[in-house]
């Protein structure tokens, strides 16, 4: 948690350095996310050295993020270490995009990952403390992310068509920039270290409850084919004869509705273990559907077009998920659960997807890789479905199951 110092107000006038913080930050990421891969590929890496590259990050966040969450407790500045991590990252790029060596661009690329992947974290954290105890919400804030996501992916394909590979280190230095600014024009703000630590025991009982690893492992399978999209949808446009603008234009459609999906879910969807599970496994088959279209499609609009499904497959599967984590576990385990189903479908998926997906796509095509989604989101389907059937059949609750297992 945390609190702006006693003698400092967050005036009306600081919130708009606030909102461009969050616009900004959310803007670099998604340059990196989106235009990064192409460039790679610019240089003269192939599919599978891109998708290995890619798949060091969750690696490093393993390291990172306790690292800056140190830091941020023993500083108690968090804006510093915001600035700290923005100019790390401006340097580390500017690295990155001037190796001229495979092993330089590894050794910069772990520099880069060690100051991005806790970047979004980090600056979420810095939000709610500076909204604490106001008439504020961070779901506003939020918004400002992804308009940033979503114009700057739009606006960014454009100028590195007609700027070439030099523009989209001059975007990221711009953004990075601009979010630097923004971060310098908001008040100081005092770290209150009382979050509780996630101990492994924790993370231990949350693994012997078999319904949350169950869970858990059909969410690792569906997010698989999800996060090699992520990574290689980029270069499948650009194979087919696409355009950085067409790109951009792919990953603008794929995040402009997430925010009506999470409005619409929140109202309409119950908040009761079996209808989740239903819906999960109901996103799961659209899932499955989306990566068919993405294998039959032989041109960049087509492509575009599917992007739309992701305001539903996704934004169900991340919203719906994390509400049934909350549900499959006792009170004091849901911190340690949701901690285990984040790593799972970010960071163990992750990995996976970089060196399967990058494999698959080099030697078979993309039209196999995606094939190759269908089957794992069909899979996660049946499992999810499953667990439906049971739960309907036999009841669930956590407290029972966690006396079951003598704890």
């Given at each position: 948690?945390?609190h702006?110092?006693?003698?400092?107000?967050?005036?009306?006038?600081?919130?708009?350095?606030?909102?461009?913080?969050?616009?900004?930050?959310?803007?670099?990421?998604?340059?990196?996310?989106?235009?990064f891969?192409?460039?790679?590929?610019?240089?003269?890496?192939?599919?599978?050295?891109?998708?290995?590259?890619?798949?060091?990050?969750?690696?490093?966040?393993?390291?990172?993020?306790?690292?800056?969450?140190?830091?941020?407790?023993?500083?108690?500045?968090?804006?510093?270490?915001?600035?700290?991590?923005?100019?790390?990252?401006?340097?580390?790029?500017?690295?990155?995009?001037?190796?001229?060596?495979?092993?330089?661009?590894?050794?910069s690329?772990?520099?880069?990952?060690?100051?991005?992947?806790?970047?979004?974290?980090?600056?979420?954290?810095?939000?709610?403390g500076?909204?604490?105890?106001?008439?504020?919400?961070?779901?506003?804030?939020?918004?400002?992310?992804?308009?940033?996501?979503?114009?700057?992916?739009?606006?960014?394909?454009?100028?590195?068509?007609?700027?070439?590979?030099?523009?989209?280190?001059?975007?990221?230095?711009?953004?990075?920039?601009?979010?630097?600014?923004?971060?310098?024009?908001?008040?100081?703000?005092?770290?209150?270290?009382?979050?509780?630590?996630?101990?492994?025991?924790?993370?231990?009982?949350?693994?012997?409850?078999?319904?949350?690893?169950?869970?858990?492992?059909?969410?690792?399978?569906?997010?698989?084919?999800?996060?090699?999209?992520?990574?290689?949808?980029?270069?499948?446009?650009?194979?087919?004869?696409?355009s950085?603008?067409?790109?951009?234009?792919?990953?603008?459609?794929?995040?402009?509705?997430?925010?009506?999906?999470?409005?619409?879910?929140?109202?309409?969807?119950?908040?009761?273990?079996?209808?989740?599970?239903?819906?999960?496994?109901?996103?799961?088959?659209?899932?499955?559907?989306?990566w068919?279209?993405?294998?039959?499609?032989?041109?960049?609009?087509?492509?575009?077009?599917?992007?739309?499904?992701?305001?539903?497959?996704?934004?169900?599967?991340?919203?719906?998920?994390?509400?049934?984590?909350?549900?499959?576990?006792?009170?004091?385990?849901?911190?340690?659960g949701?901690?285990?189903?984040?790593?799972?479908?970010?960071?163990?998926?992750?990995?996976i997807?970089?060196?399967?997906?990058?494999?698959?796509?080099?030697?078979?095509?993309?039209?196999?890789?995606?094939?190759?989604?269908?089957?794992?989101?069909?899979?996660?389907?049946?499992?999810?479905?499953?667990?439906?059937?049971?739960?309907?059949?036999?009841?669930?609750?956590?407290?029972?199951?966690?006396?079951?297992?003598?704890?």
């Open positions: 948690m945390a702006l110092q006693d003698n400092t107000e967050f005036s009306s006038s600081s919130k708009l350095p606030l909102g461009l913080l969050n616009f900004f930050v959310y803007g670099t990421m998604v340059i990196f996310a989106a235009f891969q192409l460039y790679l590929q610019d240089i003269g890496m192939d599919k599978l050295e891109i998708g290995s590259l890619m798949a060091i990050s969750p690696f490093i966040s393993l390291l990172a993020h306790p690292f800056w969450r140190y830091l941020s407790d023993r500083g108690q500045n968090m804006r510093a270490i915001l600035l700290i991590m923005l100019t790390g990252l401006l340097l580390t790029g500017f690295l990155v995009f001037r190796a001229n060596t495979y092993q330089m661009l590894y050794a690329m772990l520099l880069l990952f060690f100051f991005q992947s806790p970047l979004l974290a980090q600056s979420n954290s810095l939000t709610l500076y909204i604490e105890g106001r008439q504020q919400k961070f779901g506003a804030y939020r918004l400002w992310g992804s308009m940033g996501w979503t114009l700057i992916a739009l606006t960014a394909g454009l100028i590195i068509d007609s700027m070439g590979q030099n523009g989209i280190f001059l975007l990221f230095s711009i953004t990075l920039v601009l979010a630097m600014g923004s971060a310098i024009l908001l008040p100081s703000i005092t770290l209150t270290s009382n979050t509780p630590r996630i101990s492994f025991r924790e993370i231990r009982r949350t693994l012997q409850n078999k319904y949350f690893l169950a869970f858990v492992l059909c969410g690792t399978l569906v997010s698989i084919p999800n996060a090699i999209n992520g990574i290689f949808m980029p270069l499948f446009i650009s194979d087919l004869g696409g950085r603008l067409q790109v951009g234009g792919a990953v603008f459609l794929s995040t402009i509705f997430e925010v009506l999906a999470f409005i619409l879910l929140n109202r309409y969807v119950k908040r009761k273990i079996t209808v989740l599970m239903g819906c999960l496994a109901i996103v799961s088959l659209l899932f499955a559907l989306r068919n279209l993405m294998a039959e499609a032989t041109d960049p609009i087509q492509i575009i077009l599917i992007q739309v499904l992701h305001a539903v497959t996704f934004g169900g599967f991340f919203y719906v998920g994390t509400r049934l984590t909350a549900l499959f576990l006792p009170r004091p385990l849901r911190s340690a949701q901690a285990v189903y984040a790593f799972a479908l970010s960071g163990v998926s992750g990995v997807s970089g060196f399967l997906g990058g494999w698959t796509f080099q030697n078979f095509g993309p039209v196999t890789m995606y094939k190759m989604g269908v089957t794992f989101a069909l899979i996660g389907a049946l499992g999810f479905g499953l667990l439906w059937h049971h739960i309907r059949k036999n009841g669930y609750s956590p407290s029972i199951h966690l006396e079951q297992n003598g704890k």
